[in-house]
């Protein structure tokens, strides 16, 4: 079986597929390096999919991975489309030169997934024939490759779903519309290993987290103490800037966010939506924290931030996950917290806390930051066990299960 490596060299984080040829203790080594972690997993899952040998052309061409064909070496051609067949490839740059609202990195980013996870297959099909059976076999293939559900459920959800439905509905000039159903309704996702419940159910679990965040790193502490109690996305709270914090009304308010263009993180002056203009109410001891760390900000000239890493300027999500979160997950496993944490769960954690407490919807939905409150409730707010004592005492009252026990004896 394949594993991967992590390699940092001065160029940044690279990760290494390594396998031994065959499966066998005796094969001989063989490896290919990425970029990135998931295209690194992807390969992985080819690899352990072709009996620990190297993916074929067909398979490098057709899960993205053109580019390590060897030389001189070409996958089979797929059939050149007849002379003004449009092609789903075609459709979807045009559907992409079309997007007004969306920011250009969002865009960057629908391209880049159609390039590596769509076009490999569907590309070069007239759009107007692709079927149901071919979009469920499409992601079972990325599936079997490796990727998760959510990467999928994104892939998907971002932009093979709203190509479809453009491609239903008729041109902007009149033009009849360029298919008459959309293959992807009523599509469940595939089934996958079923995901680990993410967030803090109890103030026990609270504390025990926070008990590793401090322990492994105060300032880091700072950041995520402040996320689990407000629901910021992670781009809200590290570029949280000393002005946006309101200390006599105990609020920060978002006004500005951390955003991640060409693979480099800038702070942008403005949140994603409208909707991501907001005032967030902070509890007492985390008002106090906040506040000294706004004071602290004051007497350092040129400090942007109220969270800073160790060189005084914003972190980048890289780094603050492989040097403090990974440690900080596994330190709060090891002291009994029962589920492996992920940091966007700490927002989860909150809005499922304050819809249990009965805290109301447009509340919910202003603290999340969203534009629907259905997105909120069904997405981010998720079932406890709080229920479980008060189910039992009312059920246990009206069945009088004590009282009966009692006169049978």
Not at 25 to 35: I, K, M, P, S, V
Request: glycine letters at 8%.
């Amino acid at each position: 079986m394949a594993q991967i490596e992590k390699r940092t060299t001065t160029g940044g984080t690279r990760w290494r597929v390594k396998w031994r040829t065959g499966g066998t203790r005796d094969g001989r080594w063989d490896r290919e390096t990425f970029g990135y972690l998931a295209d690194a997993k992807r390969y992985k899952a080819l690899v352990d999919a072709n009996g620990n040998q190297r993916p074929t052309p067909e398979q490098l061409a057709e899960h993205g991975f053109a580019e390590l064909l060897p030389a001189g070496v070409a996958a089979a051609p797929d059939p050149e489309p007849a002379e003004g067949v449009l092609t789903f490839r075609a459709y979807a740059e045009e559907w992409l030169g079309q997007l007004v609202k969306p920011h250009p990195e969002t865009v960057r980013k629908y391209r880049e997934r159609l390039e590596k996870h769509v076009f490999p297959r569907l590309g070069d099909r007239p759009i107007a024939e692709i079927t149901r059976r071919e979009m469920r076999e499409w992601q079972q293939g990325l599936r079997d490759a490796g990727l998760s559900a959510k990467t999928i459920a994104n892939v998907r959800g971002e932009s093979v779903v709203p190509i479809f439905k453009a491609a239903c509905r008729p041109g902007e000039d009149g033009e009849p519309a360029v298919r008459t159903s959309n293959p992807m309704d009523g599509l469940p996702l595939p089934e996958g290993p079923r995901a680990e419940r993410d967030i803090l159910e109890s103030p026990d679990e609270a504390r025990l987290f926070l008990e590793a965040a401090y322990q492994v790193d105060a300032e880091a502490a700072d950041l995520l103490l402040c996320k689990l109690a407000t629901g910021l996305r992670w781009g809200e709270v590290s570029a949280l800037p000393p002005r946006a914090v309101n200390v006599a009304r105990s609020t920060v308010s978002i006004v500005q966010v951390l955003r991640k263009v060409n693979r480099r993180w800038v702070v942008e002056a403005k949140p994603k939506t409208k909707q991501g203009y907001r005032e967030v109410p902070l509890p007492t001891s985390v008002a106090r924290m906040v506040a000294e760390r706004v004071a602290a900000a004051s007497r350092e000239p040129g400090r942007q931030f109220v969270f800073v890493a160790p060189r005084g300027n914003h972190w980048r999500y890289e780094d603050f996950y492989e040097g403090r979160w990974v440690k900080i997950r596994d330190l709060a496993r090891e002291k009994g917290l029962p589920r492996r944490m992920t940091m966007h769960g700490l927002r989860h954690s909150l809005l499922t806390l304050l819809a249990t407490e009965g805290v109301d919807l447009a509340a919910l939905r202003t603290m999340a930051g969203h534009a629907s409150v259905t997105t909120t409730m069904n997405v981010y707010v998720h079932a406890t066990r709080r229920h479980h004592e008060p189910v039992r005492q009312i059920v246990g009252d009206f069945l009088g299960v004590d009282d009966l026990a009692a006169a049978g004896r």
